[in-house]
């Protein structure tokens, strides 16, 4: 948790940006090929943005020339980032502030004595 707060910060600051809390998601994966999907919980920082209501979970976007700016996973996720007409964005990389790094499904595990442990 230290070593993700420590990114967390170092890239928000290098946005010009200070986190103001992290919201949890509860997420799921579809079942496939005949096994059942998997549920995960992960993080993400949260900032205010102009004219949104209340903080929101950003990403950060870095131009060509190594600029760092903050964007919505809103706007990620509808696909308003990379936008066409920004030939900035559309040739820049995004980095997920999201923290999800776990290697076990969440409890009870079928069958695993060891399970809660």
């Excluded at 986190?19 to 949260?46: D, H, S």
């Excluded at 706007?75 to 559309?90: A, F, M, R, Y």
């Excluded at 790094?101 to 809660?116: L, M």
Aim: hydrophobic content about 35%.
């Amino acid at each position: 948790m230290k070593a993700y707060m420590a990114f967390i910060e170092k890239e928000s600051k290098e946005a010009g940006v200070t986190p103001k809390g992290l919201r949890i998601y509860f997420g799921a994966t579809k079942p496939t090929k005949g096994k059942p999907g998997r549920e995960t919980v992960f993080l993400n920082p949260v900032v205010a943005f102009k004219g949104i209501d209340g903080d929101i979970s950003y990403a950060i976007h870095t131009d060509v020339d190594g600029n760092k700016e903050a964007i919505t996973v809103g706007d990620v996720i509808d696909g308003k980032i990379p936008k066409p007409s920004d030939s900035k964005l559309s040739n820049g990389v995004i980095q997920s502030l999201a923290g999800d790094d776990v290697i076990w499904p969440p409890p009870p595990i079928q069958n695993d004595p060891n399970d809660y442990h």
